[in-house]
């Protein structure tokens, strides 16, 4: 048990500036024509005096070798989906088909400006129409924009189309609130005060689901929005969404569903039919496009009719008379532009290529395997007596579920923290940890559909093991991890004194 | 038909499923209200294999024109080495969730800290973030941070020659804030900032003034410095927009007064793909106190524990949403992290010489283009005396600029970027761009082009 079982390369890699400086020839950046050479004044004649750098930015003098090297050590120290199991909660790390990839580095996708004429584009044109068309129907929307970058992008996105519409509507000034539930993504609250709204924020029911008293006890004519996950972070259906629907709509506000969790729900409900107004996807989530060690993302957002006035412009339409593809820019009331050109395509692309592979039988499967997978996992690590599971323990959980760990820290003393450390040495990746907000010790398990039920028993059996050593062997777990890259980081120093740069580092050194 | 192995699939399938003590997936769903459940197939196309997805793709592709264009206005066709391209690919790197645990993610966090640090070197400052979505949101969040650091000063100043896309992002996200602002006007002749316009309208009540550069005329902003006075005196922020290839020439930001400096990565090592992704940079000066209103992740170096290694780690987070919620400084959370890296790559690999290079193909081919477009009887180009970089702006005195485009892409080009809609003050104009991908013989043929159909607008003005 104690035995080293080393799961990743431990380098004691240079950082690039560190790297031996070498001469070695390069043939990146082409010569520039003779002809034009000839014909054109020097550089420094060509930029205003006052303008001209005055040292060149020192960069490093590496030759692609060592480069090859260097990342493919920094590779080899990092943790992905292709590694193992990525319990990550609320982040829906599955695998990301090959096909995508390889698709989506085609030349005539790839090299295309986003400022072409469509006439030159109605490929790409065509690839935005028909991924709007599935998200549509899988959502029940009307119109789905294209263009945010992630699910937090998204969510700025569908907030300010809302507020368009209350200002629309001569209730802007009114409505200058949102409702959020207490287990909301921190992305919630955070894209509600960017976009101007005061933060109302309700404590969720015994049962993990909203407390429909305390909504109505909020609800007012100051209600611009509330927004909602379902299932929420616990797991759990929002089973009276109905009724939350129906007060919310009642009091003159919108429902906002984000988007985080559609793994669990897809063929099974659409958040049109629950009276959501708007949603956003994570196309780097729910339809298996790479996350990319923190990005890109993307993430479109689907309304319902009454906001497509306001959604971004331009949207993709199809015109029947001529058959071709076009950007419409003609949307009136649109809110404009909420990043530069029509979205992250490439990650467009991908999911584009994803839901076609699936298919509508797939995409269904694809949550149910989800969720039969997080109720299995959830059964399995419970019979380890260690971990509880709060808020409605007999309701099953749709695509993830949340631990405590207090019963097991006031017995042993060890925390989640610790326990999310000491799986890094079992060969797995850490669950999301404390979060929600509303459950102490949490670990927020998230298995998705492409693990086998092996995987989640080994992972199962680690849980188990990690429960024993807290009470026998707690050293592991408080020093651990010990069979990765590096052991476990001062992040409290990274925060206190921050070394932000190879530049900070070296005044530093020089300080000293 | 099921093989062997499917069956012992189903047979997995059922255990799982008997071991919960239910007899189908249905029952996990029961607590759906049937109101609301989907009962029947969603209506998307059937499953496709992975030959059918590519030949379907494939057929897709085909319905785009090749063309060579000289587009620019935030996106360039720049050259992407081949080592870039496999680095961010690699599936460990590429298939990684934001390094939420540091001791397994070192390799994303030292190659992010790396682009950090790499990015400073062209902007002159020492603190990068992680990546912002692309230049515009870069812009819009540097405008709140600066809001931000005061306690009254509600209005921001921005060039009037700024793109309308990114006008239009900004405004977005000023509109919950209710930060107002005021657009400066250009010279006319020139095409730089009109210095008189910003004096009028710096007072006490600006937060923050944007500035770009090159500007999105593309011409270089000569008195960059003066402009950082004048905002300074009056006790406001300063924001610089630039193009990370062009600082190879061009003075670091810093230099000149910049308080935070934003712009396109793009460039450097990202393909076009119609749009995006792309990524933001995001640099300033290290200040304790500053610093606690950055927007996004950043990736500090520190120590293990026990002190023996150095390591590096997601720093200063209790700016950020997960933690600080509706108080945190952006609700970023997502980024751009692998195209960051493989700028990161980019300017490792091309190195000071390879990007001087790349900046001065750019700027030569510019200044090529634009004097051998000004010799032809119709055409004007650049309209503005201010020097460029590497766009500039073309004008055609007959005609339409819309004609010249239909007539460009019947020849298989794309000239540039009409400006009728944002400035038609400034006639019938468009923005080209040249970069290291155009080739003698591409610069060359498009001049054929454009000769012949300056030939075809016939005599007179």
């Known amino acids: 048990m104690n035995k080293k079982e080393i799961i990743q390369a431990h380098y004691q890699e240079p950082l690039v500036f560190e790297l031996e400086p070498t001469n070695y020839p390069k043939y990146y950046a082409p010569e520039i024509p003779p002809e034009i050479m000839k014909n054109v004044p020097a550089t420094d004649k060509l930029i205003p005096k006052e303008m001209l750098r005055k040292e060149p930015p020192k960069l490093p003098s590496v030759a692609e070798f060592q480069l090859a090297r260097h990342y493919l050590r920094l590779a080899q120290m990092n943790y992905s989906v292709d590694t193992n199991f990525y319990p990550l909660g609320s982040c829906t790390m599955k695998y990301n088909p090959k096909i995508n990839d390889f698709l989506s580095m085609d030349r005539r996708l790839s090299d295309v400006h986003p400022f072409q004429p469509a006439r030159t584009v109605q490929g790409n044109i065509r690839i935005l129409y028909e991924t709007e068309q599935m998200l549509n129907e899988l959502a029940g929307m009307k119109r789905t924009t294209l263009q945010p970058s992630a699910g937090a992008h998204g969510e700025l996105t569908g907030i300010l189309v809302i507020r368009a519409y209350h200002y629309d509507h001569g209730e802007g000034e009114q409505r200058t609130e949102i409702i959020i539930p207490d287990s909301a993504h921190g992305t919630n609250p955070a894209t509600a005060a960017m976009a101007g709204y005061r933060t109302v924020i309700i404590k969720s029911r015994e049962n993990g689901l909203v407390d429909l008293e305390a909504l109505k006890a909020v609800v007012s004519e100051k209600t611009a929005a509330l927004m909602l996950t379902n299932p929420n972070t616990l797991g759990l259906f929002e089973q009276e969404i109905c009724e939350i629907a129906e007060i919310v709509h009642d009091a003159g506000g919108l429902l906002y569903y984000d988007g985080a969790n559609f793994n669990a729900i897809m063929g099974r409900c659409r958040p049109g039919d629950m009276g959501f107004d708007a949603i956003h996807f994570n196309l780097h989530k729910t339809f298996a496009t790479p996350h990319g060690g923190g990005g890109p993302g993307a993430g479109p957002v689907g309304v319902v009719e009454k906001l497509v006035p306001y959604l971004p412009k331009p949207l993709p339409e199809f015109d029947k008379k001529t058959g071709t593809y076009y950007l419409n820019f003609d949307v009136p009331k649109s809110i404009g532009k909420i990043k530069g050109f029509w979205g992250n395509f490439n990650v467009i692309v991908r999911a584009y290529a994803y839901m076609l592979s699936q298919g509508a039988e797939g995409l269904k499967r694809v949550s149910e395997q989800a969720v039969l997978n997080a109720n299995y996992l959830k059964k399995k690590i419970l019979e380890c007596n260690a971990w509880t599971l709060p808020y409605a323990p007999e309701t099953p959980r749709k695509h993830e579920f949340v631990l405590e760990g207090q019963k097991l820290k006031e017995e042993t003393g060890i925390s989640t923290l610790d326990v999310a450390k000491r799986l890094l040495d079992l060969g797995f990746h850490a669950p999301t940890i404390y979060f929600p907000l509303i459950v102490h010790e949490a670990l927020m398990i998230e298995p998705t559909e492409t693990e086998t039920k092996q995987t989640l028993d080994k992972f199962a059996e680690a849980m188990k093991q990690i429960a024993k050593e807290c009470h026998e062997q707690p050293e592991l777990l408080v020093n651990a991890p010990q069979n990765t890259a590096v052991p476990r980081i001062d992040e409290v120093l990274a925060a206190k004194e921050p070394i932000l740069s190879w530049q900070m580092y070296q005044e530093r050194q020089t300080e000293k | ?461």
């Open chain 2, 1 to 461: 038909m099921t093989n062997q192995k499917e069956g012992s699939a189903d047979t997995i399938q059922k255990e799982m499923e008997s071991y919960l003590g239910i007899r189908s997936i249905d029952e996990l769903f029961e607590d759906i209200p049937p109101s609301v459940r989907l009962n029947r197939p969603l209506k998307l196309p059937a499953a496709k294999s992975e030959r059918d997805l590519s030949l379907y793709l494939d057929e897709i592709l085909s319905q785009n024109l090749p063309v060579t264009s000289f587009l620019g206005g935030g996106a360039q066709f720049h050259y992407i080495p081949a080592l870039v391209k496999e680095v961010i690919t690699k599936p460990e790197l590429l298939n990684a969730y934001t390094p939420y645990q540091p001791e397994v993610s070192q390799g994303m966090l030292q190659g992010l800290f790396e682009y950090q640090s790499l990015i400073n070197e062209l902007t002159g400052m020492n603190v990068t973030n992680a990546s912002m979505y692309d230049w515009p949101t870069a812009i819009a969040e540097a405008l709140l941070m600066c809001r931000r650091l005061f306690n009254n000063r509600t209005k921001v100043l921005l060039p009037q020659s700024i793109h309308p896309d990114r006008l239009s992002v900004v405004e977005n996200y000023l509109a919950g804030p209710k930060i107002s602002y005021e657009l400066i006007s250009f010279n006319k002749e020139t095409g730089e900032l009109d210095l008189e316009d910003l004096r009028t309208k710096m007072n006490e009540n600006v937060a923050a003034v944007y500035l770009e550069n090159p500007n999105s005329f593309g011409v270089i902003e000569s008195e960059a410095a003066t402009v950082s006075r004048i905002v300074h005196e009056k006790g406001a922020k300063l924001i610089v927009g630039v193009d990370p290839i062009s600082l190879a020439l061009l003075e670091a930001p810093a230099n000149y007064g910049a308080d935070i400096v934003v712009g396109e990565g793009q460039g450097l090592g990202t393909p076009l793909s119609f749009g995006g992704p792309y990524f933001g940079f995001f640099s300033l000066q290290y200040d304790r106190k500053i610093i606690r209103q950055m927007p996004g992740r950043v990736v500090g170096l520190t120590k293990t524990k026990d002190g023996t290694k150095r390591a590096f780690v997601l720093t200063l987070s209790t700016r950020e949403q997960h933690i600080r919620r509706e108080k945190a400084t952006s609700n970023i959370c997502s980024n751009e992290s692998i195209l960051a890296f493989g700028a990161g790559v980019y300017l490792s690999l091309l190195g000071a010489n390879g990007l001087r290079k790349t900046a001065e193909y750019c700027l030569k081919a510019a200044h090529y283009l634009a004097s051998e477009i000004n010799k032809l009887k119709h055409f004007e180009a650049p309209i503005f005396k201010g020097q460029f970089y590497n766009e500039f702006v073309v004008r055609v005195t007959k005609g339409t600029m819309a004609e010249v485009e239909t007539r460009l892409v019947e020849e298989g080009f794309v000239g540039g970027y009409t400006l009728e809609k944002c400035h038609p003050e400034l006639g019938e104009t468009a923005i080209f761009c040249t970069t290291e991908m155009h080739t003698f013989e591409d610069i060359d043929r498009f001049l054929k082009v454009l000769r012949k159909i300056d030939k075809d607008l016939g005599g007179g003005a």
